[in-house]
């Protein structure tokens, strides 16, 4: 059974920094790509930051210089530190995989910034 467990979020002020996590289960965690994706109220899921199996890295414009996309192979974990947090950035965000077109999603984790 594929499970991704998205853990870190929470409440943060503006400025604030924070770092969430996803922990993978039930696939061979190095072979993917893993992405971050979020989605705010009344708008569409976008992607956040990606990374390949090799470590390749790309990022939204929008977060280019404050999020940063990172993975462990060994813990089967990829993270995202998030800094210089705006209310904009405000959104659940997910944690998803991805091998040959089959997609995993987690079940989200909520980023709240108050300004």
């Known amino acids: 059974q594929v499970q991704l467990v998205e853990s870190g979020g929470g409440l943060v002020q503006a400025g604030g920094s924070l770092r969430l996590s996803c922990a993978a289960s039930?696939?061979?965690?190095?072979?993917?790509?893993m992405a971050w994706y979020r989605q705010a109220p009344g708008k569409q899921r976008e992607l956040v930051a990606g990374?390949?199996?090799?470590?390749?890295?790309n990022y939204a414009d929008s977060v280019k210089g404050r999020f940063t996309i990172s993975r462990d192979n060994a813990k089967n974990t990829v993270y995202l530190q998030i800094n210089s947090l705006k209310p904009e950035d405000t959104a659940v965000y997910y944690c998803n995989s991805n091998l040959v077109r089959v997609d995993y999603w987690g079940q989200g984790t909520q980023v709240t910034v108050s300004s």
């Open positions: 039930g696939i061979a965690f190095r072979f993917y790509f």
């Open positions: 990374i390949t199996s090799d470590g390749t890295t």
